[in-house]
């Protein structure tokens, strides 16, 4: 979060040493732009920005680091316990942390939470020395053995355990005493070191049976899907919706909704690969479908093909037909096909629903004026009109009673936002164009900004899975569900696929197709999945390119394209059939070989052929004349040839020879 100029006491430094850190961990804290807005906001939310005492600042620094994200919603309740001292001590902070963690964004019992972090329990010193004095007596033998080589944290943790709200503090102190009074003054035998006894190896047996029935796998082979969490787990905190004139939003799913959507999944996951049907895809989509296809699979779920069909002038049915041909050449079976179109009567009713609740007007700004408003900050002149008046005209824009571009429904947002993708998006437009899907029903489409993440929730998808460059459209994707009440889906956003010496945009390799400058999308010059395929590529060389490069949030790299060749050789090399052919024959005689004898050889069909399969030979025929190119010949040798020569042996292939 960051804050703004006018809000703050001074520079992020000045601020923290107001709490009481010290310079350089303040320093350090800086360096680390996240635990920097995180103490930030801390800081302005417990309302400390003139200052606090060091045991108050180093419990908020804690909170800046540990709080469990899944319930950011109460941390305003556990920074009021600790500005008002009844929180004092890590011990209590962390047993917060621990309630809060597993309470998430429920609500809660303030006398459960204040049991179970020890609020308003004193411990006296009498107690603690009580504590300690039988800690000790249980442990003499061990005290006296090492004396002050003793584990002095293994004694302060038996302490704790018993009392767990006891000042630290004066439990090191009292142990300190406790020592010296038990040992006397130290001697320089206790400040010498242990000696450290080796350890003696066990035997080792060898077992290659084991070791070939569990390979050390490598990194490629390991598990890309792990970093997921299930979908009985979508109860944490997504995100933070930043506004400047309300408080922040924390959105996630209350513990009722995200109930009824495990009733509806069966506790399934549901994930969507959503392409708009406006070209041909790329390689890029087969990393996109490596992951949503590949995450349903591999956790036994489903996974919706739906086209993203919001824009009725760049869709085609050829590319619909295309896109379900790819997905099939490329391995995965949609649980279902569907449309954004399919939902178009529900988008348009939620549309009403969502002007009725004051989250949406009708806006008559030309796109020209949009872009300049937005630009500057400024809100739209029909932002505050009435909401009566705004489902009138959202009826007649429905109705076709309006011109095209004349006005639009836009979502009332946070036009001071930082975001920009929170500058009253445009929920739906006017387009007297029709629909590829759906006919000539609507003559008003949704936008993919409001369309995308309401179909998300209708499908019950559990996982919604994007590259990076959607990750500023986080915000409105969660705050339209949420002023919505709608579930809300997992949102993570992986690093996009960029191939060296490569073009990887729709747009420009529509320029490409259109003005003739390749031959059509299937052109094997292009990284186009058709053009792969018609230049000889399998699906499960590409389908392995993308597994190895893995699913990272690592942006901006680029993939060496000598890594997907890689992955092709190693393909062919197990299913591609070699043949030898010689072009320009040079007839030789082994003249030690018995005249009139036929060996049959075995040859491989491919180089990677398995030893154990039969199929995978061939015969060559073997005898006292062979014949071999003329370039494998010459009168004269040289070091840097590896051909026949005079006087010189060489090995003829299969033959061992």
């Known amino acids: 979060m960051e804050v703004k100029e006018e809000e703050s006491s001074g520079t992020p430094l000045e601020l923290f040493l107001k709490i009481g850190l010290d310079e350089r961990t303040a320093r350090n804290t800086i360096a680390n732009n996240k635990v920097t807005n995180n103490l930030t906001a801390v800081i302005h939310e417990a309302g400390v920005t003139e200052g606090c005492n060091r045991t108050i600042g180093n419990l908020l620094y804690m909170v800046a680091t540990k709080y469990p994200a899944n319930a950011l919603i109460h941390r305003p309740t556990l920074l009021g316990y600790i500005v008002s001292t009844k929180i004092k001590t890590p011990a209590q902070l962390e047993a917060a942390f621990s309630f809060l963690s597993s309470t998430a964004s429920e609500t809660f019992e303030l006398k459960e939470f204040e049991e179970a972090c020890g609020v308003g329990v004193e411990v006296s010193e009498e107690d603690i020395e009580q504590t300690v004095n039988e800690v000790f007596k249980q442990n003499k033998g061990s005290i006296l053995e090492l004396r002050y080589r003793i584990n002095v944290g293994d004694l302060f943790g038996h302490v704790r355990k018993r009392l767990p709200w006891a000042d630290p503090k004066i439990v090191k102190k009292l142990i300190d005493a406790k020592l010296y009074e038990l040992l006397g003054e130290r001697t320089a035998a206790d400040n010498e070191k242990p000696s450290k006894q080796k350890k003696e190896k066990p035997a080792k047996v060898e077992d290659k049976k084991v070791a070939d029935e569990n390979p050390v796998q490598p990194s490629e082979d390991l598990n890309p899907f792990l970093i997921f969490p299930n979908p009985e787990e979508n109860f944490k905190v997504h995100t933070e919706v930043f506004f400047s004139d309300r408080p922040v939003l924390r959105c996630c799913n209350t513990k009722e909704v995200l109930d009824k959507h495990l009733k509806r999944t069966s506790g399934k996951v549901y994930t969507r690969f959503p392409p708009e049907p406006n070209g041909y895809l790329h390689i890029g989509h087969a990393k996109a479908m490596f992951v949503s296809f590949g995450l349903a699979k591999e956790r036994g779920g489903c996974c919706y093909l739906r086209y993203d069909d919001t824009n009725p002038e760049a869709e085609k049915k050829e590319y619909i037909d295309h896109i379900e041909e790819i997905v099939e050449w490329m391995g ?22 969502l002007i009725r609740r004051g989250h949406a007007y009708v806006d008559h700004q030309t796109p020209e004026e949009i872009k300049e408003y937005r630009e500057k900050k400024m809100d739209s002149p029909w932002r505050d009109r009435p909401i009566a008046e705004s489902l009138e005209l959202f009826e007649e824009m429905r109705r076709g009673m309006i011109e095209e571009g004349k006005a639009t429904l836009r979502m009332k947002q946070d036009m001071q936002s930082d975001n920009g993708n929170m500058y009253d998006l445009i929920a739906y437009r006017i387009k007297f164009t029709p629909h ?26 559990t996982h919604s899975l994007c590259t990076l460059e959607f990750e500023t459209r986080r915000a409105s994707y969660y705050w339209l569900l949420h002023v919505l009440d709608l579930y809300q889906p997992y949102v993570w956003e992986y690093s996009r696929l960029n191939v060296t010496n490569t073009v990887m945009s729709k747009r420009k390799l529509n320029f490409l197709v259109t003005n003739k400058h390749v031959d059509g999308w299937d052109d094997p010059r292009l990284m186009t999945l ?12 590409i389908n392995a390119f993308v597994r190895g490069i893995g699913i990272t949030r690592s942006d901006c790299s680029t993939i060496r394209l000598e890594r997907l060749e890689y992955h092709i050789r190693e393909e062919l090399n197990r299913t591609a059939p070699r043949t030898m052919v010689v072009l320009q024959p040079l007839k030789v005689v082994v003249t030690n070989l018995e005249s009139g004898l036929v060996m049959d050889l075995d040859a491989k069909k491919w180089p990677d052929a398995s030893t154990e399969d039969s199929s995978a030979f061939y015969k060559v025929p073997f005898s006292r004349v062979v014949y ?5 010949f010459r009168m004269k040798d040289s070091k840097d040839y590896y051909g026949l020569a005079p006087g010189k042996s060489v090995l003829l292939r299969y033959a061992r020879v």
Request: with cysteine; glycine share 4%; hydrophobic share 30%.
């Open 530 to 541: 058709a053009g792969l395929k018609r230049r000889g590529v399998t699906s499960t060389a």
């Open 436 to 461: 590829p899907h759906s006919g000539d029903k609507w003559c008003i489409y949704p936008s993919y900004d409001y369309a995308h993440c309401i179909v998300d929730s209708l499908e019950d998808i």
């Open 628 to 632: 071999i190119e003329q370039s494998d």
């Open 332 to 353: 995965w079976k949609p649980f279902k096909i569907t449309y954004t179109s399919d939902y178009f009567q529900e988008l348009y009713e939620l549309a009403v629903e």
